[in-house]
């Protein structure tokens, strides 16, 4: 295998041999899946039997009206999931991991869904493996391989095969790609598609069991209608008939379609904010979010790396690195940069490499080979590269300067007084890493741990990278939105500590390290976490039991970060939010959030978005809950009081109320603004119900208003001895205007509608309108007036039935100024 890698017309002949890089999905029945799954709906079952009994009944022109509703609902039905599918489609499209190969004598990055069998694939640490391949050629490369075979340590891979989904721990290698897609070892097993099956959250569980319980109560009153049909009117057909009409109206079936459209569309919302959901899911918990940690560097800090400092400790002297010229200084440099990776990628080694190629007064790596390495590893981390020189072998390592110290066996004084120019260091809000050396012997094999070389201390490096410009204000506008901020870093407490300060943190003059973390027990932790914002010095171990304690309090939790060590918090984390740009592949893997352009004002946004689509939906399913409430009572009471026109509705009528409610609630509630100052209220608590009885009295108050104006204006016309034709046409008249007043004053629960009318959603004229215009398309054209069984109406009853509706609906209006008033 060469490096020129394949060419475009090997890829083509590659990929129709061998097929892409992606798991089948079973795409060929994907719409007839669609179709059953609209075909088993309950709406569409009672529609389809109600067709049937019209045609039974000799109604043809009702049956064939029903006829076009089904196909009508289906198409609305087709319409919304592939609208949602094609958002989600394209989220997985853009979230897709890159991979770096050879194509036409060129190292480019593709998606992984290009990879094709033959490829020539280049990984480093952090990379996710997508492909089976098997080793070209590697250097101290190790994969975690849990995935396959369920453990979790590095297995060393110096040759043979990698598989996909495996990880690369440390190291490099290229490979070639040998199976892709089903054909992979991952794909046999199926583990992927077992990996991104996700259980059904709180919400989720709620509104399925609150349309389970409205179906249940709509079959009791489906048979209790039915059954005192049959017996006034001994006709078993036409009774079928009415109960259908009310277990038609009884079903919220809207709510779970609005949910997953608003979910969905959010989803793509935020991709236009630079923020991308792995799953519409997450969307969800985004308005809870209550504490977010936050990793220092490139998140807090412009990841822009200057090499400030040297400690000399061979002459105890702290210096500029400008000024470096003894061999104490020299030595310090020589260590920082044979300890940094040949080929630098970390905005500190490259850093590094700027400043030995700047201030070293002679260069010995060109003729240095590097003949092994030992991965960033310890408590703290340091990492360690063993190179043949001219000079012999040289050993050199950097990293926490504690672990430095401690393995080159430094008495306790001399411990000290680094630790205080360490701490200087650091109180400026600098990285500080300890440096040292060794000496090897060429025949003798290298240890097993990094600790056991003869180490030498030869100083401590000092590197700036200060705050982000605007990180005052996204901190500050957490703070605003009631979420807790906290930094989780590996880097030094007086380093961390100081960076808090410069970046608005509130508290600052306490912290924690993760040894202190790991030490304590789960009750003190608890106690502990509140009052702390700095987590320093942080192992994997310890921010996965940080996340973990946070979330024991009922906390809904995101976490951002972009290293391997950061894979394990990011997935246990309600929100784990890895970086786009600089974030390893492990990382984007586990975390739920890409922030594709690495800034965090978009995760303030994301918040507000959250919050904007939770408000939405409880405007959404208020409506629902409310406007179906007058449906069931005029369908069910004046055959429960036995009043003159028992029937009064038909599923015609039924079926194109739910056509106008459909749209009104996921179309027009998902395209509204986010209201003033819901940011400002704070996150929702996760134990919080959309339908319990707090949220949903006034809804119920609502329709039962609605009702009783609705059905006095049924009595009305009855005492006026208007005929049958005129009592539907006035009563579902009164209940269109009904409909469009709450549409209008449910866009806020607080705000008046002479305020909430200047909020910018043009979808709300339009629908409107639409409404209108069919509802004077059955009242006023002939035909049409015979389907649905009307009459002609003048303006006067039109004008009584907008005001009887104008009063039963804006009544809410008086309750929302009262609570402005006691609430401002």
Known sequence: MNRLGLTAVEVKAARSQYGSNTLQKDPHNRFLSLLIEIISEPMFLLLTIATVIYFLLGETTEGFMLVIAIFFVTGISIYQSVRSRNATKALEQISQLKVKVYRDGKLIEINKSNLVVGDHMILEEGDVITADATILDSFDFSVNESILTGESFAVAKPSGMIYNGTMVVSGSASARVVSVGSSTELGKLDLSMQKIKNGKTLLQKQIDNFVKGMTLFGTMAFVVVWFLNYITSGDVLESLLRGLTLAMSALPEEIPVAFSTFLALGAWRLIRKNVLTKQPQTVESLGAASVICLDKTGTITENT????????????????????????????????????????????????????????????????????????????????????????????????????????????????????????????????????????????????????????????????????????????????????????????????????????????????????????????????????????????????????????????????????????????????????????GIAREAAKMILTDDNLQNMVQAIETGRRIYHNLKKAFRYIITIHIPIILVVTLPLLLGWKFP???????????????????????????????????????????????????????????????????????????????????????????????????????????????????????????????????????????????????????????ALTAAICVFWIEISKASRRRLKP
């Open 305 to 584: 790396m200057v090499f400030e400092r040297i400690y000399n400790h061979a002459t105890s002297a702290s210096q500029s690195i400008s000024g470096c010229n003894d061999p104490g200084c020299q030595q310090v440099l020589q260590d920082a940069m044979l300890s940094s990776e040949i080929t630098p990628f970390d905005p500190m080694e490259i850093a590094i490499h700027k400043a030995y190629k700047q201030y070293a007064q002679q260069d010995i790596t060109p003729g240095a080979k590097m003949l092994h390495e030992y991965p960033l590893s310890g408590t703290p981390p340091i990492m360690t590269h063993v190179f043949e020189t001219d000079d012999g072998i040289k050993v050199a390592a950097k990293g926490g300067w504690e672990h430095i110290t401690r393995v080159c066996r430094l008495d306790a004084p001399e411990i000290a007084r680094i630790k205080i120019e360490a701490d200087a260091m650091a109180k400026l809000g600098m990285r500080v890493l300890g440096t040292a050396h060794a000496s090897y012997p060429r025949s003798k094999e290298f240890p097993e741990n990094q600790d056991d070389f003869g180490w030498n201390f030869s100083g401590l490096i000092a590197l700036s990278d200060p705050p982000k410009k605007n990180i005052s204000q996204v901190i500050s506008q957490f703070y605003d939105a009631g979420v807790s901020v906290k930094m989780i870093t590996g880097d030094y407490p007086d380093t961390a500590i100081a960076i808090a300060q410069q970046s608005g943190f509130k508290n600052t003059s306490a912290h924690l390290t993760g040894s202190e973390v790991m030490q304590m027990s789960d009750e003190q932790l608890q106690l502990k976490i509140d009052e702390i914002d700095v987590f320093a010095r942080m192992f994997p171990e310890a921010k996965l039991r940080i996340i973990k304690a946070y979330k024991k309090q009922g906390q809904v939790v995101a976490m951002t970060g972009d290293g391997v060590n950061d894979a394990p918090a990011l997935k246990a984390a309600d929100i784990g939010i890895a970086m786009g740009q600089r974030g390893t």
């Open 647 to 801: 029937n009064i509705f038909t599923p015609i009528h039924v079926i194109f109320l739910e056509l106008i409610m459909g749209p009104t609630c996921s179309i027009i509630y998902e395209n509204e603004p986010i209201e003033k100052g819901l940011i400002m209220e704070g996150p929702r608590k996760t134990t919080e119900s959309l339908f319990s009885w707090r949220e949903l009295w006034v809804s119920v108050l609502q329709g039962l208003i609605i009702s009783t104006g609705v059905l006095f204006t049924y009595q009305f016309f009855v005492y006026q001895n208007a005929d049958e034709t005129s009592v539907r046409t006035l009563t579902f008249t009164t209940l269109i205007f009904s409909n469009i007043f709450l549409t209008l004053v449910n866009r806020s629960f607080t705000k008046s509608i002479f305020e909430t009318i200047r909020y910018k959603n043009k979808l709300i004229p339009l629908i409107l309108l639409i409404t209108l215009l069919i509802w004077l398309t059955t009242v006023k054209i002939p035909f049409v007036q015979k389907l649905f069984r009307f009459s002609d109406i003048g303006n006067i009853e039109i004008l009584f039935c």
